[in-house]
């Protein structure tokens, strides 16, 4: 009998790994059908607008952070974690994790010659998006799909665990204790936002990040205001609200200070270095919010790997499943795609 080789395949957006890289880049993003549903060739033409006309803006964001994203290297931290925690729990099979990035290097379809070449039996499908979305888990997996045809377990959403949210609570509490633990502070998580059309056609992610909210807060004491948000708004469209930046403006109206959580980003990079540490701490400064904290993303934190683990050895057992953190339940209105469910 021949011996079982899984690859784990880390699924994530991917990022510029230098200034030339950026407009690429956002080329792949927007080239994406995914995210602009047009037919080509008229989404290539938009792409290339947009990526045009984003691209110094984007730059210049890049350039905060030493020129290009971290996205690669933290997600190599969390693939090197992960295969450790599942060494402890499994010993009759080879694995191995690979990242596989949507819009930047290395691209799923390298991934998936990466994973061929070193002889994989089959693989486990892993976002590392905790919540469900069209427009990241649903491209990335369509993506994988048409690279590779090796028999696969899926990982479609995990967006409520116990040890996830444990996990959150923690690196929350930790960053309010440090901080002087001022009383009943207000928490914002915030999450990547999307334009309203897309939670409109049935994608389950908001519905998601407010299954996370709600895990999360029940670990919190009962007395703190807690809100949602979403942040790294783009284009001209509707998107959900309310946003990151009018919750601050909010908390600059009610004259308190706010502790800032990501719910949806699972390591540090653009949108949290920047967006969340630069930009709106800037506007708090001015509003003069009497502090603006920041909890960290998970990373490669022990109970967040540990919650991964957990999936990935369930999926070991269940060949050609598609499976949430919950179960199996198959939902309709994301073509089949995530077992989590939840249009509303
Ligand atoms: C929960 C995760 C994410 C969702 C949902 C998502 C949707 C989404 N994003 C854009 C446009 C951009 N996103 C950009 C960066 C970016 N987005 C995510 C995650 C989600 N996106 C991550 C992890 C990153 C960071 C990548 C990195 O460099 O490390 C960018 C590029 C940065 C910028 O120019 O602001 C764009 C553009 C859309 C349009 C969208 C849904 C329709
Ligand atoms: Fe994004
Ligand atoms: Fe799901």
């Known amino acids: 009998m021949t011996s079982r080789r899984v690859a784990i395949i880390l699924f994530n957006l991917g990022g510029p790994d230098k200034q030339e890289s950026v407009r690429p880049f956002l080329f792949n993003l927007f080239n994406d059908k995914a995210i602009i549903g047009l037919p080509q060739p008229f989404r290539f033409f938009i792409a290339q607008l947009i990526s045009r006309s984003r691209e110094k803006l984007a730059k210049a964001n890049y350039a905060l952070m030493g020129g290009g994203s971290p996205i690669l290297p933290e997600t190599?931290?969390?693939?090197?974690?992960?295969e450790q925690a599942i060494a402890k729990r499994v010993s009759n099979v080879t694995f191995k994790c690979f990242p596989a990035m949507r819009y930047w290097k290395p691209f799923t379809k390298d991934?998936?010659?990466a994973v061929e070449k070193w002889g994989a039996t089959d693989v486990i499908l892993l976002p590392l998006?905790?919540?469900?979305?069209?427009?990241t888990t649903a491209s990335s997996l369509n993506a994988w799909r048409t690279a590779s045809k090796l028999p696969a377990s899926t990982i479609c959403c995990y967006p409520a665990g116990a040890k996830f949210a444990q996990a959150h609570a923690d690196a929350i509490l930790k960053t309010w204790r440090e901080n002087g633990s001022p009383p009943s502070p207000?928490?914002?998580?915030?999450?990547?936002?999307?334009?309203q059309s897309v939670i409109a056609r049935g994608d389950p992610y908001q519905w998601q990040v407010e299954q996370s909210v709600a895990a999360v807060?029940?670990?919190l004491p009962p007395d703190w205001d807690i809100r949602t948000c979403y942040q790294s708004r783009v284009g001209p469209m509707k998107?959900?609200?309310?946003?990151?930046?009018?919750?601050?403006?909010?908390?600059?109206?009610?004259?308190?200070?706010?502790?800032?959580?990501?719910?949806?980003?699972v390591s540090e990079h653009?949108?949290?270095?920047?967006?969340?540490d630069l930009e709106y701490a800037q506007v708090a400064r001015g509003l003069g919010l009497p502090y603006y904290l920041r909890a960290p993303a998970l990373g490669a934190d022990p109970r967040f790997i540990d919650a991964l683990a957990?999936?990935?050895?369930?999926?070991?057992?269940?060949?050609?499943k598609v499976q949430s953190e919950s179960g199996e339940r198959i939902c309709p209105a994301v073509n089949g795609l995530c077992a989590q469910g939840g249009a509303r």
């Open 111 to 113: 991934t998936a010659k």
């Open 76 to 82: 190599f931290k969390q693939a090197d974690a992960l």
């Open 270 to 276: 653009v949108e949290t270095l920047v967006e969340l």
């Open 186 to 195: 207000r928490l914002l998580f915030s999450a990547h936002g999307l334009p």
């Open 310 to 320: 957990d999936l990935v050895e369930r999926a070991l057992g269940a060949p050609g």
């Open 217 to 219: 807060r029940k670990l």
């Open 129 to 135: 998006y905790p919540q469900f979305s069209s427009t």
């Open 239 to 265: 998107w959900i609200g309310p946003s990151t930046e009018e919750e601050i403006h909010q908390a600059g109206k009610d004259g308190v200070g706010v502790v800032l959580t990501p719910i949806a980003f």
